[in-house]
């Protein structure tokens, strides 16, 4: 539980009976509390204090319309604001709700432990949300760096073969015209010498474009370990769902880096419901509320938001927010359908209606959150029912295909397989790696679902005997 004595909450308020109970109700469990009974009073006290929650009493026609409401989200975005009020309708608070100018409201009378167990929910959230956007920004100015790095690596590789091109040419040149210089021996020698440098640069230069390389898949690696963290289930959810993706853009025989950008955007595909209450998360669809399922049904445009801020991953951001989007138009956030009225009417990308496909059939089986869990053959007769509204027909049936091969059922015992992390004297010969296994220093050392032999061991061992030992070893269990 985070330190509530850093924390402030201001409470902007028309009754100071309320503001009293407020503060009373606050301060005994170790907030900092203002109080405020004017509302252009309550926008100094949140310019020179920057307090962490805003609760605040609404009693004008228009919640959404509130210049108080949008005044506060335009000095302190990251504060959490806490509609208190006796309005009932709905209408007008899921407006305030979808605008952003509030994040929670509870209704008068309110009972003071829900109010803290909200107030304590809501700055958890706002910790991890701020976390997660300066780790953004430092993934973005990282890549940033690579991306222009790499740019630099390919021009300078590029020149420098065009040099050794020269070379040799100046080369064969010398052999068959000895009157290009007086000591053809030493020309020979000279140039042999100048192009042994050349190609050390070379070899420098392939070795920095692969380091760079590697740095970028670090990157992609930290984001999936950063919904790992926060999320384990939403985890293997997504890491099943590429694994899905990929199989079927194989099959589909796209080109090897559109399946490889498809994998990585379908492993991400989700991210944007940690930015969503984990409250919500956990209700089934169909319980939500109106509001609640206004809030879920924004976790698409989070996740295009987050990931567009990461240069070398922004190609993934559309494909990220249509994976909701349905076949006939009847989906989220756009409403854009697989066979748009025009040309120039926007089309859900096919990395999108891949992940649908393969998110939807993975929650059938596993998320309970999304209805009575179904088997296999269920689950491929639900998408047989979806074809043509929910899904592209053909990628359906391609997927069925793929699905029901009998290498995609054994692949798909690995998959469900369990797991654990394992170290690196525990490692024994015969395991199976579930996972790629790497260095500190991202150096590959074994591919996933090989079988750890003894010469893997020796050189795991000799790799932390440099320093550089295997990090995260994941074998399957059993």
Same mark, same amino acid.
């Given at each position: 539980?985070?330190?509530?004595?850093?924390?402030?909450?201001?409470?902007?308020?028309?009754?100071?009976?309320?503001?009293?109970?407020?503060?009373?109700?606050?301060?005994?469990?170790?907030?900092?509390?203002?109080?405020?009974?004017?509302?252009?009073? /309550?926008?100094?006290?949140?310019?020179?204090?920057?307090?962490?929650?805003?609760?605040?009493?609404?009693?004008?026609?228009?919640?959404?319309?509130?210049?108080?409401?949008?005044?506060?989200?335009?000095?302190?975005?990251?504060?959490?604001?806490?509609?208190?009020?006796?309005?009932?309708?709905?209408?007008?608070?899921?407006?305030?709700?979808?605008?952003?100018?509030?994040? *929670?409201?509870?209704?008068?009378?309110?009972?003071?432990?829900?109010?803290?167990?909200?107030?304590?929910? /809501?700055?958890?959230?706002?910790?991890?949300?701020?976390?997660?956007?300066?780790?953004?920004?430092?993934?973005?100015?990282?890549?940033?760096?690579?991306?222009?790095?790499?740019?630099?690596?390919?021009?300078?590789?590029? $020149?420098?073969?065009?040099?050794?091109?020269?070379?040799?040419?100046?080369?064969?040149?010398?052999?068959? $015209?000895?009157?290009?210089?007086?000591?053809?021996?030493? =020309?020979?020698?000279?140039?042999?010498? *100048?192009?042994?440098?050349?190609?050390?640069?070379?070899?420098? %230069?392939?070795?920095?474009?692969?380091?760079?390389?590697?740095?970028?898949?670090?990157?992609?690696?930290?984001?999936?370990?950063?919904?790992?963290?926060?999320?384990?289930?939403?985890?293997?959810?997504?890491?099943?769902?590429?694994?899905?993706?990929?199989?079927?853009?194989?099959?589909?025989?796209?080109?090897?880096?559109?399946?490889?950008?498809?994998?990585?955007?379908?492993?991400?595909?989700?991210? /944007?419901?940690?930015?969503?209450?984990?409250?919500?998360?956990?209700?089934?669809?169909? %319980?939500?509320?109106?509001?609640?399922?206004?809030?879920?049904? $924004?976790?698409?445009?989070?996740?295009?938001?987050?990931?567009?801020?990461?240069?070398?991953?922004?190609?993934?951001?559309?494909?990220?927010?249509?994976?909701?989007?349905?076949?006939?138009?009847?989906?989220?956030?756009?409403?854009?359908?697989?066979?748009?009225?025009?040309?120039?009417?926007? %089309?859900?990308?096919?990395?999108?209606?891949?992940?649908?496909?393969?998110?939807?059939?993975?929650?059938?089986?596993?998320?309970?959150?999304?209805?009575?869990?179904?088997?296999?053959?269920?689950?491929?007769?639900?998408?047989? %029912?979806?074809?043509?509204?929910?899904?592209?027909?053909?990628?359906?049936?391609?997927?069925?295909?793929?699905?029901?091969?009998?290498?995609?059922?054994?692949?798909?015992?690995?998959?469900?397989?369990?797991?654990?992390?394992?170290?690196?004297?525990?490692?024994?010969? /015969?395991?199976?790696?579930?996972?790629?296994?790497? =260095?500190?220093?991202?150096?590959?050392?074994? *591919?996933?679902?090989?079988?750890?032999?003894?010469?893997?061991?020796?050189?795991?061992?000799?790799?932390?005997?440099?320093?550089?030992?295997?990090?995260?070893?994941?074998?399957?269990?059993?």
């Amino acid at each position: 539980m985070m330190n509530q004595m850093k924390q402030s909450i201001l409470c902007v308020d028309s009754d100071e009976e309320i503001l009293v109970d407020l503060k009373q109700n606050l301060e005994i469990v170790g907030y900092r509390v203002f109080t405020s009974n004017d509302e252009e009073q /309550g926008l100094e006290i949140i310019k020179n204090e920057r307090p962490n929650v805003i609760i605040s009493d609404q009693r004008i026609p228009s919640i959404s319309e509130s210049i108080f409401l949008q005044e506060t989200r335009n000095i302190l975005p990251d504060a959490m604001r806490i509609l208190l009020t006796t309005q009932t309708d709905l209408d007008e608070i899921i407006d305030a709700i979808n605008l952003g100018s509030i994040h *929670k409201f509870i209704l008068k009378p309110w009972q003071p432990d829900i109010l803290l167990e909200m107030i304590q929910e /809501g700055l958890q959230q706002q910790k991890l949300g701020i976390e997660n956007r300066k780790l953004t920004l430092r993934l973005a100015r990282q890549y940033k760096y690579l991306k222009e790095t790499n740019a630099s690596l390919q021009d300078e590789l590029k $020149q420098t073969q065009n040099e050794l091109n020269k070379l040799i040419e100046e080369m064969d040149k010398a052999n068959e $015209q000895d009157e290009i210089f007086d000591d053809e021996e030493a =020309t020979e020698t000279q140039l042999l010498e *100048k192009a042994k440098l050349r190609v050390k640069q070379l070899y420098d %230069e392939v070795q920095n474009l692969r380091q760079a390389t590697d740095e970028y898949k670090a990157i992609f690696e930290t984001l999936n370990s950063i919904i790992e963290t926060s999320n384990p289930e939403l985890h293997k959810h997504s890491n099943r769902v590429g694994a899905y993706c990929t199989w079927l853009a194989e099959a589909l025989e796209l080109d090897s880096q559109d399946v490889a950008d498809i994998a990585q955007a379908a492993i991400l595909h989700d991210i /944007g419901k940690l930015e969503i209450d984990q409250e919500i998360l956990e209700k089934p669809i169909e %319980e939500l509320s109106a509001a609640e399922s206004i809030i879920y049904r $924004q976790h698409p445009f989070l996740g295009r938001k987050l990931i567009r801020r990461i240069t070398g991953l922004r190609e993934f951001g559309d494909i990220i927010q249509g994976h909701h989007e349905h076949y006939d138009g009847t989906g989220y956030p756009d409403g854009i359908s697989g066979q748009p009225a025009s040309a120039s009417a926007p %089309e859900i990308p096919i990395g999108s209606r891949l992940i649908a496909i393969a998110s939807d059939y993975d929650n059938m089986l596993y998320s309970e959150v999304h209805g009575e869990n179904l088997s296999h053959e269920d689950a491929l007769k639900a998408l047989k %029912e979806g074809k043509s509204t929910l899904y592209d027909p053909e990628l359906v049936d391609k997927f069925i295909e793929v699905m029901e091969d009998e290498e995609t059922k054994e692949k798909l015992e690995q998959l469900n397989r369990p797991t654990r992390i394992a170290r690196i004297e525990e490692v024994k010969s /015969g395991m199976i790696a579930a996972r790629d296994i790497t =260095t500190i220093r991202n150096g590959f050392l074994l *591919k996933a679902d090989t079988d750890i032999e003894r010469k893997h061991l020796q050189s795991f061992k000799e790799y932390e005997k440099k320093g550089d030992p295997p990090v995260d070893i994941c074998i399957y269990i059993g």
